[in-house]
């Protein structure tokens, strides 16, 4: 089973964060993180990118799924 | 680019709307003060008696609303909540508790700044150090817990409130009170109030504009894109202070403020600290509450029932000053954020879980 970053319900800055922890520890590869609602979807993606990672985002339902790579 | 574009263009209109306001009737270097406004809706319900602070702010109305309409059509209203309820309402008595003492949420901290009342520049770092506290329990691990999905008649509580104080407001019948002197009884037009709170709720919502999150992400990231909108309201209030006769520096004499360095500060500080654990400065509690978070509307509904007590049990400051069970409140309240603070931290936080998300 892979790891996620669970961001969903959590409101900002929980999800950045939480994203921003799990970033740091894996250096490169690719983080899977799942949020619930659009801010925490903008402020990720606009941390993931600052730090020089490429976000990539899939809507599942109400749920947003970024796949951060580096 | 366009995002920072977006910010400073929220952030100037503010600005703008604040110094219009206030030359159209609202009191001085109030154009806009979520907190203010919030407690003379407690007062225009007859939740407290203080007779100089009762009326049903048509700005609040507005940012719900027009965050609301903007969230629907954006699909991003959702009504949510559930996290920590309880606490959401204590915090939002306390970020009241600390306005009251200071006279002035953030945002009129701000405005009282850019129209050259320098107690705001005393209460500016307070608020920084309120903001500083939070900060040092989100990275130990603070949570108030996740929000669930709800039915939507919690969502849309929130608005449906707000409309229903609007047509208060509009047919004023005898058990509303309405303030005939003080800050209460001063008021520009409805039509500006109510259209520069649904604009404000507009770009609000897009924008995600905070003045908490402003001095947040700064402390905590590094990241100043929400501190370009509390710059810009600042810079754009500033310059039409100065041009429309409006900027009046100095410690004495400023409206509806108190000299009274010390409790500036730490009412300011209460302010900052319970802003950062509740998420939000006042103003984005009532963006939060147009996009269906029953969540916001309780610290919403802890907002005003603070100011209830501030004024009924006579806590809140006055251009007097602030009393002396004013002042024990300020620490109590203080006390109580760290209490809560300390109470809600998560030790065993961990970035990374395995991946449950498919099975559910």
């Keep these: 089973m892979s790891e996620l970053v669970d961001c969903r319900g959590l409101s900002c ?3 950045v964060m939480l994203a921003r922890q799990a970033l740091q520890e894996t250096g490169n590869g690719t983080v899977q993180v799942v949020v619930s609602n659009a801010v925490a979807l903008d402020n990720v993606t606009r941390a993931a990118n600052q730090m020089g990672w490429q976000v990539s985002v899939e809507e599942e339902g109400e749920e947003f799924k970024l796949s951060i790579k580096k | 680019m366009r995002d920072r574009l977006s910010i400073i263009f929220a952030g100037a209109v503010v600005g703008l709307l604040a110094v219009i306001l206030v030359l159209q009737g609202n009191p001085a270097n109030m154009g806009f003060c979520v907190a203010c406004f919030i407690r003379d809706i407690a007062g225009g319900l007859g939740l407290h008696r203080a007779g100089v602070v009762q009326f049903l702010r048509p700005e609040i109305i507005g940012l719900v609303l027009g965050a609301f309409v903007t969230a629907l059509y954006v699909r991003e209203f959702k009504s949510t909540g559930g996290s920590s309820p309880l606490m959401r309402f204590l915090l939002g ?3 009241m508790t600390g306005a009251l003492i200071f006279l002035g949420c953030p945002l009129r901290m701000i405005l009282r700044l850019a129209g050259g009342d320098w107690n705001a520049l005393v209460a500016l770092p307070g608020y920084v150090l309120g903001v500083w506290f939070g900060t040092l329990f989100l990275k130990k691990g603070f949570t108030l817990g996740r929000s669930q999905v709800q039915t939507a008649v919690n969502g849309y509580a929130g608005p449906f409130i707000a409309a229903v104080l609007l047509i208060l407001l509009v047919t004023a019948p ?28 507009i770009l609000a919502q897009r ?11 700064l402390i905590l990231f590094k990241d100043y894109h929400l501190f370009l909108g509390f710059a810009a309201i600042f810079v754009v209030a500033l310059v039409g202070n100065l041009f429309t006769g409006q900027f009046i520096p100095g410690f004495e004499d400023q409206p509806v403020a108190h000299v009274s360095s010390l409790w500036n500060f730490l009412g300011m500080t209460v302010v900052g600290f319970a802003a950062v654990l509740a998420g939000g400065c006042p103003m984005r509690q009532l963006i939060l509450t147009g996009e269906g978070q029953s969540d916001a509307l309780l610290t919403v509904f802890g907002m005003g029932t603070g100011a209830a007590f501030m004024h009924n049990f006579g806590l809140a400051g006055s251009p007097a000053g602030v009393s002396p069970a004013g002042q024990w409140i300020a620490i109590i309240s203080l006390a109580l954020l760290f209490i809560i603070g300390i109470s809600n931290v998560n030790l065993h936080r961990k ?10």
């Design chain 1, 13 to 15: 800055p929980e999800p």
């Design chain 2, 174 to 201: 005898a058990f509303i009170f309405f303030s005939e002197e003080g800050p209460g009884s001063m008021a520009a037009p409805l039509f500006l109030t109510l259209g520069a709170g649904l604009l404000v709720g």
């Design chain 2, 93 to 95: 008595m306390l970020m």
């Design chain 2, 207 to 217: 924008t995600r504009l905070c003045t908490m999150g402003a001095i947040r992400d």
């Design chain 2, 351 to 360: 970035a990374k879980t395995k991946d449950y998300s498919k099975a559910s």
